[in-house]
């Protein structure tokens, strides 16, 4: 479903597909702001609860990630993947 939906798909069309009202896709959407959620447990999942945890138990960390960001959002605003793929070498080093 949320693939379709980022395809652009209708709410009727993917009701069809699952045998569904729009209704009650627009209600799954809804809930979610059409974010497909973390599946629980699942390795990014626990990543990101990692490094949550890892900032806010280190100030430091936390105070350097936030320049990080500020930096890169400066540099690189209108390109969200380029800014996550610089960030990803810090997340790398606190979760080891």
């Known amino acids: 479903m949320w693939e379709r939906w980022k395809e652009g ?6 009701g069809k597909l699952f045998d569904r009202p729009h ?3 627009q209600q799954i959407l809804a809930q979610t702001g059409g974010i497909r959620p973390a599946v629980h447990g699942a390795v990014p999942w626990r990543d ?3 490094f949550r945890d890892r ?4 100030p430091d960390a936390s105070a350097r990630y936030e320049r990080l960001q500020i930096t890169l959002a400066a540099q690189r605003r209108q390109d969200r993947e380029a ?8 997340v790398r080093s606190l979760l080891q």
């Open 48 to 50: 990101r609860l990692a």
């Open 55 to 58: 900032l806010r138990a280190d």
């Open 83 to 90: 800014c996550t793929a610089a960030k990803a070498e810090f």
């Open 9 to 14: 798909w209708t709410l009727q069309e993917i």
């Open 23 to 25: 209704t009650s896709i």
